[in-house]
């Protein structure tokens, strides 16, 4: 049982974790492991300013690609099941964050600026079939990068708001089975980068 002030979440491993993750129940190591990870790193995300020893920049780092990892996976089981022609494109996909592999990171406010893109579109689609535990993972996984980017004195902005991206989600909400799809493969590539680049990005 996790005590934090004005609340108190109570963590029991073999049930049901705190975000709904049916995996916290399975008997594979590996699965509990990394869902159980994912959930105290987000516990410690509730906690308010000054509350217990700050963690360390590695810590933090670490936690992100854990995370980060962690709903990869999520996103690939998801995936296996819907799959759609890469040539099934429309006007308006291109508001979706969209990461080219040769394009270097600008730093961390931008990754967090991308991060809550994708909240956004995720937060549009239908919450079925998983969506909404990918939607809790990246909340959380944001949460995490806005701290480690305090942790280094970078700025912190107010997230942009999008209207246009918004417009274009609420205008095609009727095909959100493609939208859903093309969001989950650009935040599954979004993850990869994050992962492999993180220990290297040196600017805010």
């Known amino acids: 049982m996790l005590e934090v002030p004005g609340r108190v979440l109570s963590v ?12 916290c129940r ?13 959930l105290c790193t987000s516990l410690l995300v509730l906690l308010p300013p000054g509350a217990g020893v700050p963690l360390s920049v590695e810590t933090m780092k670490s936690n ?28 308006g996909l291109e508001l979706i964050p969209d990461i080219a592999p040769d394009k270097a990171w600008e730093g961390l406010s931008a990754i967090a600026q991308g991060l809550h893109s994708f909240q956004v579109v995720l ?10 535990q990918v939607h809790a993972d990246v909340l959380s996984l ?7 980017a305090a942790s280094l004195g970078c700025p912190l902005h107010k997230p942009a708001g999008d209207g246009r991206l918004e417009a274009f989600l609420k205008t095609n909400s ?15 590539r979004f993850l990869g980068k994050l992962v492999q680049n993180l220990d290297q990005l040196k600017s805010c």
Not at 26 to 38: N, W
Not at 65 to 89: D, G, H, W, Y
Not at 142 to 148: I, M, N, P, Q, T
């Open 64 to 91: 992100v690609k854990l995370m980060a990892q962690t709903t990869i996976v999520r996103i690939q089981k998801l995936t296996e099941e819907f799959r759609i022609s890469p040539n099934m494109v429309f006007s």
């Open 174 to 188: 009727t095909f959100h089975v493609t939208i859903g799809n093309v969001a989950l493969e650009r935040l599954r």
């Open 123 to 132: 937060s549009h689609l239908p919450p079925g079939d998983g969506m909404a």
């Open 142 to 148: 944001h949460g995490v990068v806005r701290s480690l």
């Open 26 to 38: 399975s008997s594979d190591p590996e699965m509990m492991s990394g869902c159980v990870a994912l």
């Open 12 to 23: 029991r491993l073999g049930a049901q974790c705190a975000f709904g993750c049916p995996r």
